[in-house]
Structures are given as structure tokens and as C-alpha cells.
């Protein structure tokens, strides 16, 4: 009887244990099995989807800036410009050499930033730089900025896209032999010899006596890849511009020569003119003004295209079930076309914002650190799955808030953004990535079609 005793009691123990299990979808909801009712939905009829244009960005003062000539197969061609100020050795007013200066060279340092997005294998691009026509100002410029320059080329270089070599320079040393030293990654462009006689050496004492009159007069430089010049589609390259135009000269007092080097700094006050053509399909995509769902949806960074999407029917799902339902989780799922990341990554990152009423931008309530439902950058997603093949958002509590009628949608989009930033979610436009992604719209004929997919808990009152 003992044993018959333990026996009884570990199977009733087993079947406490048992019963006490829930399905997750109903933790944290403190209701009963008499009172809701589990349920997963994959929701595709409630989604509208369509491609937009971005709106213009600001461009100045920029710690990654485009320069790009890329002719994309599928959204047609985009070129980038750097507008950028040359300041005087040290920002101050500047002494000659004494003696005759003679020009060895000179050569103009671009750093590489991460970013560049387009051929690297068979595309040969060509830089030019030309002398600005307008100085830039310490103030706010846009994409659509458009500069003018002189015609005439006082550098350029043929190069390939190797963003990521290190290269071996000489170190001009005075008094001593040269020295051959490895640097990070950056693109060297000579500069004519006439030019910096021109705008230094030649140059009259009033040119040279602060830098604000020097930047008057000598404005700045114009940089732009050469159309004819690149082979192949080409791509878009990201600057520091953290750099200098160096000068390497000899000067002869009559009795000694002194070799040496002295260095004009780029300006932190610069822009990125941003000018496109697009293709024929993306053409026909933004002439779609009937608010249609679309079968196929573009992303295109530096701040190209964008996607705009709305949830006309979330109430609706109520009234089918006929009460209330407290979303459990609510995720959407953006797949690129099969095939179109190649030989073209898709954009690595997008992000998710809305208008409020005020028309600007906002955090969702799952991207808000303010919301208490927020889980978090890393829960709210964005990153494109290498494995997956798609991207994913946590929408919950945003679908929640629109199901329930406490917020109105004025507007909800979906953009690349810059991979750079971590900590945050970022939901400004941005032109500081290159990237794009070619994704699958509302096509009911697709498996990869856009979904939202909803784990609800439905409440019975």
C-alpha cells in the first residue's frame, strides 16, 4: 500500500504539472481557458505597399560623404559630388619658403569610410577635381544642391575599387632620406603643379594672410567621377574627407635645398549633390498614384527610394472574430525578389517610421525607448537575414495602437539607413549608404510575397 501511495501521488504531481503548461502567446495576459482563445494569423490582404521618392536631405557637414557615378541595371543611374573648402596650412595665415620653391608634387588624400556599395570586380573609375566656383559656406545644404565650377581639370586619377588595401607611400622627412611606409586605405589623387603655384606659392601675401581670405578666393574643389572615363556600371564610394591636399616641394636659398612638404586640410564645410535618371520601371512605379498595392516595392539608398505602407483593414479582423484580440506579436516580413542581390547585395539595413500629426517624423512604439513595449534596437529588427533571405520589424504594439483606434497612421514608411549607427533607431533619411533592394510587394502569386504575421490572443467577454 506504501508504494501504491507514492505511485498515486507522483501521478497526481505529474498532472499539476502538466496542466499548469500555456501556450507563450498567452503569457502576461492574466486570463483563463474559459476566457480567451489562442490563435495565429499570416495577414496579407490588410497590407497596401508602394514606392515613393525620398525627400531631399541635408547633405553639409556629413562624417561619410558620397561620391558615385553608378548605373544600376534595374533603378536606372545615380551620381554623387563632393563640394568641399581648402584651408590654409594649419587654418592660419601662411609664410613662404624663402628661395625658389619648386613643385616635386602633390597629391590629394581621400580616406575610404565604409560603405561603398557597386562593382568592385570589373568597373575602372576615373576622378576628376576641379576648382570651385562658389565658395561653400558654413551652412545647411540639400542633395539637390547644384554647384558651380571652372572647366578646367586640376587633378584626376584612374583607379579600381579597393576600398579595404592599405598602400605604400613616401614619408618626407627634412634632413633625412625618405622613408617608404604603409597607410590605410585611401584614394591618392595628383594634382596639377599649376594649380597649387596658382593658389600658394604665386599667390599674393593678401591671399595668404588668413584663411578666411583664402577660402574667398581659392573657394574650394569639385569632385566627381568622370562618365566617360569609368567602365562598366560603376558604384558609389564614402569619404571621410578627414584629409589634406599635400605638397611636396624643394626650396633653394642659393646656398642649400631643403626638401619638404606642407599640407592645405580639407574643410569641414562640405556637401554631396545627389543627381539621378531613373529607369523606366521605377518610372512607371512613382506615376502609380491610385494608393494601389504593388507587386514589386524599391529601396535605393542616398536617400533614393522608399517604400510607403499602410494596414487599411486592421479593425476589420475584429469585427471577423468578434472580439476584442490582444496582439501577442505582430511581425512583418520584407523579402528581396529571388535573384536581384545579385552580383548586388541588398541594402543591409532598413528602418521603420511614421508621420505624426504634425507631418515629421517619429519613432514606432516598438522603436521608442519612451514606450514601456519597446524591446529594444535589436527586437525591433531592421537587418537583413543572410540565412533567412529577408528582413524583419516587430510591430506589435504599433499594430496594436492602430487596431485599437489610439493612434492614427498619417503616413508609415520603410527606408535604408546607415548601417553605422548601433545604439539607436535611426528614422531620418539618410545619404550616407549607397545600398538598394528590389523587394516582393503584396504579388498574391508569390511565396515571398510581404506578410504580417499576427499572434493574437482572442478575449471572450
Known amino acids: 500500500m506504501k508504494f501504491l501511495r507514492l505511485d498515486l501521488?507522483?501521478?497526481?504531481?505529474?498532472?499539476?504539472?502538466?496542466?499548469?503548461c500555456r501556450n507563450e502567446s498567452t503569457i502576461g495576459l492574466g486570463v483563463t481557458s474559459s476566457t480567451q482563445l489562442n490563435s495565429t494569423m499570416i495577414d496579407t490582404a490588410t497590407i497596401?505597399?508602394?514606392?515613393?521618392?525620398e525627400d531631399s536631405v541635408v547633405t553639409s557637414g556629413l562624417t561619410k560623404n558620397a561620391l558615385g557615378y553608378f548605373q544600376d541595371p534595374v533603378l536606372g543611374t545615380t551620381e554623387a559630388n563632393i563640394?568641399?573648402?581648402?584651408?590654409l596650412p594649419n587654418q592660419n595665415a601662411y609664410s613662404l619658403p624663402t628661395g625658389t620653391v619648386?613643385?616635386?608634387?602633390?597629391?590629394?588624400?581621400?580616406?575610404?569610410?565604409?560603405?561603398?556599395?557597386g562593382d568592385s570586380l570589373t568597373s575602372r573609375y576615373k576622378i576628376n577635381v576641379y576648382q570651385l566656383a562658389e565658395r561653400p559656406l558654413n551652412q545647411t545644404y540639400f542633395n539637390t544642391k547644384s554647384w558651380n565650377y571652372n572647366n578646367t581639370i586640376v587633378g584626376t586619377r584612374s583607379f579600381y575599387a579597393r576600398t579595404h588595401d592599405s598602400v605604400k607611400i613616401y614619408d618626407i622627412i627634412t634632413g633625412a632620406p625618405d622613408t617608404l611606409k604603409r597607410v590605410g586605405p585611401q584614394l591618392r589623387v595628383p594634382i596639377d603643379k599649376n594649380f597649387i603655384n596658382t593658389i600658394l606659392f604665386n599667390a599674393s601675401s593678401a591671399q595668404l594672410s588668413s584663411n578666411t581670405v583664402f577660402?574667398?578666393?581659392?573657394?574650394?574643389?569639385?569632385?566627381?567621377?568622370?562618365?566617360?572615363?569609368?567602365?562598366?556600371?560603376?558604384?558609389?564610394?564614402?569619404?571621410?574627407?578627414?584629409?589634406?591636399?599635400?605638397?611636396?616641394?624643394?626650396?633653394?636659398?642659393?646656398?642649400?635645398?631643403?626638401?619638404?612638404?606642407?599640407?592645405?586640410?580639407?574643410?569641414?564645410?562640405?556637401?554631396?549633390?545627389i543627381k539621378r535618371t531613373p529607369s523606366t520601371a521605377v518610372t512607371t512605379e512613382?506615376?502609380?498614384?491610385?494608393?494601389?498595392?504593388?507587386?514589386?516595392?524599391?529601396?535605393?539608398?542616398?536617400?533614393?527610394?522608399?517604400?510607403?505602407?499602410?494596414?487599411?483593414?486592421?479593425?476589420?479582423?475584429?469585427?471577423?472574430?468578434?472580439?476584442?484580440?490582444?496582439?501577442?506579436?505582430?511581425?512583418?516580413?520584407?523579402?528581396?525578389?529571388?535573384?536581384?542581390?545579385?552580383?548586388?547585395?541588398?541594402?543591409?539595413?532598413?528602418?521603420?517610421y511614421r508621420y505624426d500629426i504634425a507631418h515629421t517624423l517619429a519613432e514606432l512604439p516598438d522603436a521608442s525607448s519612451n514606450d514601456a513595449r519597446s524591446g529594444g534596437i535589436g527586437v525591433f529588427?531592421?537587418?537583413?537575414?543572410?540565412?533567412?533571405?529577408?528582413?524583419?520589424?516587430?510591430?506589435?504594439a504599433y499594430i496594436q495602437d492602430l487596431m485599437d483606434g489610439k493612434t492614427i497612421d498619417y503616413g508609415t514608411?520603410?527606408?535604408?539607413?546607415?548601417?553605422?549607427?548601433?545604439?539607436?533607431?535611426?528614422?531620418?533619411?539618410?545619404?550616407?549608404?549607397?545600398?538598394?533592394?528590389?523587394?516582393?510587394?503584396?504579388?498574391?502569386?508569390?511565396?515571398?510575397?510581404?506578410?504580417?504575421?499576427?499572434?493574437?490572443?482572442?478575449?471572450?467577454?
Do not use: C, W
Open 413 to 461: 514608411y520603410i527606408a535604408p539607413v546607415d548601417t553605422t549607427n548601433t545604439q539607436t533607431v535611426d528614422i531620418a533619411p539618410t545619404p550616407q549608404t549607397g545600398g538598394r533592394t528590389i523587394a516582393v510587394g503584396t504579388d498574391k502569386t508569390s511565396p515571398y510575397r510581404i506578410k504580417l504575421n499576427i499572434t493574437y490572443t482572442k478575449i471572450n467577454n
Open 9 to 20: 501521488l507522483t501521478l497526481l504531481i505529474s498532472l499539476f504539472i502538466l496542466n499548469s
Open 215 to 273: 577660402l574667398n578666393n581659392v573657394k574650394g574643389l569639385y569632385l566627381t567621377l568622370d562618365k566617360s572615363g569609368t567602365t562598366g556600371p560603376g558604384g558609389t564610394f564614402m569619404f571621410s574627407l578627414a584629409d589634406s591636399l599635400n605638397v611636396y616641394y624643394r626650396a633653394n636659398n642659393g646656398t642649400t635645398i631643403d626638401t619638404a612638404t606642407v599640407s592645405l586640410p580639407l574643410s569641414s564645410t562640405h556637401a554631396v549633390q
Open 381 to 396: 529588427g531592421g537587418y537583413y537575414s543572410p540565412s533567412l533571405k529577408n528582413y524583419h520589424f516587430t510591430v506589435t
Open 48 to 53: 497596401v505597399v508602394n514606392t515613393v521618392p
Open 102 to 117: 619648386t613643385v616635386d608634387s602633390a597629391v590629394l588624400v581621400l580616406k575610404y569610410a565604409d560603405g561603398f556599395y
Open 286 to 352: 512613382l506615376a502609380n498614384t491610385t494608393g494601389g498595392s504593388r507587386d514589386v516595392i524599391y529601396f535605393q539608398g542616398l536617400a533614393g527610394l522608399k517604400a510607403k505602407i499602410s494596414f487599411p483593414y486592421l479593425k476589420s479582423i475584429i469585427k471577423t472574430i468578434g472580439s476584442r484580440i490582444v496582439i501577442n506579436k505582430a511581425e512583418l516580413v520584407i523579402t528581396p525578389v529571388p535573384g536581384s542581390n545579385i552580383p548586388y547585395n541588398a541594402q543591409p539595413k532598413l528602418t521603420m
Open 83 to 87: 563640394a568641399v573648402a581648402l584651408n
